[in-house]
């Protein structure tokens, strides 16, 4: 979810669902320890609970990086073992460090020591020929010995080479049963699953095998979703409206556009698939995709793009 699930894109999730664990885009130690710390950590306390997910190999950074999230205020440390990119490869990180159960472990074993929080692993069923229960069972074994409790599992295997992110996340076939069978295996273990996971009725099915679901691109292109799984899920009734939801967005912009100078589109762009699947829909998301482009614009094009909605 790089370059979607940043702080503004979580502020409105927050305002949609109240109880949703939600996370940041991954953010490699580097850009942590050799770029602008402020501009990865900052988020809003309305976020919690907020997990800081990241991207790495070396355990001494890892934990570096993971002591910063933590004094920021996280409530969890990620680290991502399944992001199956040619650029995140070259570093050693995301979903190549499942060929490298034991540097996870070390990883893993230095993180916890460097905080109080919970870490956990987010990784693929396997990578490229290795797509089998055994390998993953190693993986899973060998990080659970380091002290990892907590995995989430996305429920198909990628290749490293020769698809591209995008196609790894449709063409190798889901197998939600390899998951399962490691929730089997490991009932002490807190597994959540993800890939392919489109509606409450997805998430209440998966419930009944695993501890928790996450939802990705989903909850992104749809997210009133997680109003509904508030629902399904948390038994919470109390959730506002969509249009109460977006008019709840303009005094966030307001106040982002005046203490950092946020341009209005960073925000906006996050918020287009509120209406998905209603009458109206479209023209409100075309209104919320040109408006917050033009010189001038503030927060006023969120009640533009409802009148939009409402004609």
């Given at each position: 979810m790089?370059d979607?699930?940043?702080?503004h894109?979580?502020?409105?999730?927050?305002?949609i669902?109240?109880?949703a664990l939600?996370?940041?885009?991954m953010v490699?130690?580097?850009?942590l320890?050799?770029?602008?710390?402020?501009?990865?950590?900052n988020?809003?306390?309305?976020e919690h609970?907020?997990?800081l997910?990241?991207?790495g190999?070396?355990?001494?950074?890892?934990?570096?990086?993971?002591?910063?999230g933590?004094?920021h205020?996280y409530?969890?440390?990620?680290?991502?073992?399944?992001?199956?990119?040619?650029?995140v490869q070259?570093g050693?990180?995301g979903?190549?460090?499942?060929?490298?159960?034991?540097t996870?472990?070390?990883?893993?074993?230095?993180m916890i020591?460097a905080v109080?929080?919970?870490?956990t692993?987010?990784?693929?069923i396997?990578?490229?020929?290795?797509?089998?229960?055994?390998?993953l069972?190693?993986?899973?074994?060998?990080v659970k010995?380091?002290g990892?409790t907590n995995?989430?599992i996305h429920a198909?295997?990628c290749?490293?080479?020769g698809?591209?992110?995008?196609?790894?996340?449709?063409i190798?076939?889901?197998?939600?049963?390899r998951?399962?069978?490691?929730?089997?295996?490991?009932?002490?273990?807190?597994?959540s699953?993800?890939?392919?996971?489109?509606?409450?009725?997805?998430?209440?099915?998966?419930l009944?095998?695993?501890?928790?679901?996450?939802l990705?691109?989903e909850?992104?292109?749809?997210?009133?979703?997680l109003?509904?799984?508030?629902?399904a899920?948390?038994?919470?009734?109390?959730i506002?409206?969509?249009?109460?939801i977006?008019r709840?967005?303009i005094?966030?912009?307001e106040q982002?556009?005046?203490?950092?100078g946020?341009?209005?589109?960073?925000?906006?762009?996050?918020m287009?698939g509120?209406?998905?699947?209603?009458?109206?829909?479209?023209?409100y998301?075309?209104?919320l995709s040109?408006?917050?482009?033009?010189?001038?614009?503030?927060?006023?094009?969120?009640?533009?793009?409802?009148?939009?909605?409402?004609?």
């Open positions: 790089m979607w699930t940043d702080r894109c979580r502020y409105f999730h927050r305002l669902s109240p109880n939600l996370y940041t885009e490699t130690t580097g850009a320890i050799h770029g602008d710390r402020q501009r990865f950590l988020f809003s306390k309305a609970p907020v997990a997910q990241l991207g190999s070396n355990p001494e950074d890892l934990a570096l990086c993971a002591k910063m933590a004094d205020g409530d969890e440390i990620n680290l991502n073992c399944g992001c199956p990119s040619d650029r070259k050693r990180i979903a190549i460090l499942m060929k490298e159960p034991q996870v472990a070390k990883a893993v074993e230095a020591a109080d929080i919970p870490v692993v987010k990784c693929r396997g990578i490229d020929e290795h797509d089998s229960y055994e390998f069972d190693q993986f899973i074994s060998l010995n380091a990892c995995f989430i198909r295997k290749w490293l080479q698809l591209s992110p995008k196609e790894n996340r449709t190798p076939k889901i197998n939600y049963a998951a399962g069978e490691i929730k089997a295996a490991h009932p002490e273990l807190n597994i699953v993800n890939g392919d996971i489109k509606t409450v009725k997805d998430v209440q099915e998966h009944k095998t695993f501890d928790s679901a996450m990705g691109r909850a992104y292109q749809n997210p009133y979703i109003a509904e799984l508030e629902k899920v948390f038994n919470n009734n109390d506002a409206s969509r249009i109460d977006a709840a967005m005094p966030y912009i982002q556009m005046k203490d950092y946020t341009p209005v589109k960073s925000i906006t762009r996050h287009t509120l209406f998905q699947g209603l009458a109206g829909a479209k023209k998301r075309q209104l040109t408006l917050p482009h033009m010189d001038g614009a503030d927060a006023n094009v969120i009640e533009v793009a409802l009148e939009g909605f409402y004609s």
